[in-house]
């Protein structure tokens, strides 16, 4: 018997399911201590069950490319960022790390930094977390980063998560209550391409993890209520070493030129009912517009005030819907802006 203690992994990967891809996980008990990728074995797991494969070819490969102490069960315990390959060790189709990693390899000497805003609905019974049982609350206006039992809900989760968050090193660096009442935000960042969407995965996994201890669903709909309420979004922050460096507003000008011009291809992989979402009726303009604009958070691109004054700093896309693979929203970010 092996005298090196046992640790759980818990092996996080993607799904395969469309148009919205899911989350899932299994645990592995293996030797301890995991100081490296090199001790997590690669793993499997049954494709047919996640729209991964077909029944009579079911394999598939979980690589791990990525991993952090698991808050949850505590001790020596890790989280386990996948990739999915298919049996014969090529890149299964679900897999859009793959792309990304090729796309920060190719562009890193740009030194790219993205932080990523993910805004999310809280849900109890299939209902935003107080809200009554029938009807509505009272309108928007009091909720965005309320104190105050008649104005916030659900904050037990949240600051189960930050905490969850924080001892698992992601580069969580806030949160605050959103516009509707049970929608959140965190963000994270700002940090490179792939560090970023792994560390985003994960804390969308812990968030998960977490609201089922207090019974409460997560939800990255883009419009979890019609009408005159508020969308969820993933506002994008993006920069390279060129937009930071002295005069990066003329690389920030440039940069949002481009995206202008590849707004449609932007769109494609910014979520799915992403037009629920950018009705032009409450944040950014509508889905067939682009504009960008200093300061102008009904702009499909901003660019923060303090960017501005000092001509140098970062972009905001905010197009991206809650329910957006990073992945994806960072890859066409970098082919647009860096290509
Ligand atoms: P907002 O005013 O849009 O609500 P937040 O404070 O919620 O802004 O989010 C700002 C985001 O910008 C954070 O995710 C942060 O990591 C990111 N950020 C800050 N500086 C940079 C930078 N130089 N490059 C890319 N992202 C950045
Ligand atoms: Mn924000
Ligand atoms: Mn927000
Ligand atoms: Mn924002």
């Not at 049954?46 to 729209?51: L, W």
């Amino acid at each position: 018997m092996s005298r090196r203690t046992k640790i759980i992994a818990e092996y996080v990967w993607i799904d395969g399911c469309q148009p919205t891809p899911g989350l899932r996980s299994k645990a592995k008990v293996i030797p301890g201590p995991v100081r490296s990728l090199a001790d997590i074995p690669e793993w499997g797991f049954d494709g047919s069950s996640t729209r991964q494969a077909e029944g009579h070819k079911s394999d598939c490969a979980l690589v791990p490319v990525a991993f952090v102490p698991d808050p949850v069960r505590g001790g020596k315990h890790v989280l386990v960022m996948c990739e999915v390959m298919n049996a014969d060790g090529s890149i299964h189709p679900s897999n859009t790390r793959a792309r990304l990693r090729e796309l920060a390899a190719l562009h890193a000497k740009h030194e790219p930094l993205f932080g990523i805003e993910q805004e999310y609905t809280l849900l109890v019974h299939g209902r935003p977390a107080g809200w009554p049982k029938k009807g509505f609350p009272a309108p928007q206006g009091p909720y965005y980063c309320a104190v105050g039992a008649e104005n916030v809900a659900a904050r037990t989760l949240v600051e189960r998560h930050l905490d969850a968050c924080m001892k698992a090193g992601i580069e969580i660096c806030g949160v605050n209550a959103e516009v509707l009442l049970g929608q959140w935000e965190y963000q994270i960042g700002p940090v490179g391409a792939l560090e970023v969407c792994d560390q985003l995965w994960l804390a969308r996994w812990l968030m998960c993890r977490l609201g089922e201890d207090l019974g409460i669903e997560v939800s990255l709909a883009p419009k979890p209520v019609a009408g005159d309420w508020n969308g969820t979004g993933a506002h994008t922050n993006f920069s390279t070493k060129a937009m930071r460096a002295k005069g990066g507003l003329k690389a920030i000008e440039a940069a949002c030129k481009e995206l202008g011009r590849r707004h449609d291809e932007h769109i494609r992989v910014y979520g799915a009912d992403n037009d629920k979402r950018l009705t032009g009726l409450h944040e950014t303009c509508d889905i067939k517009t682009f504009r960008h604009g200093v300061s102008d958070r009904g702009a499909s691109i901003r660019i923060p005030l303090a960017t501005a004054k000092q001509g140098r700093g970062y972009l905001e896309d905010r197009r991206p819907a809650a329910n957006m693979d990073p992945y994806r929203v960072c890859a066409a970010l970098l082919e647009t802006v860096c290509g």
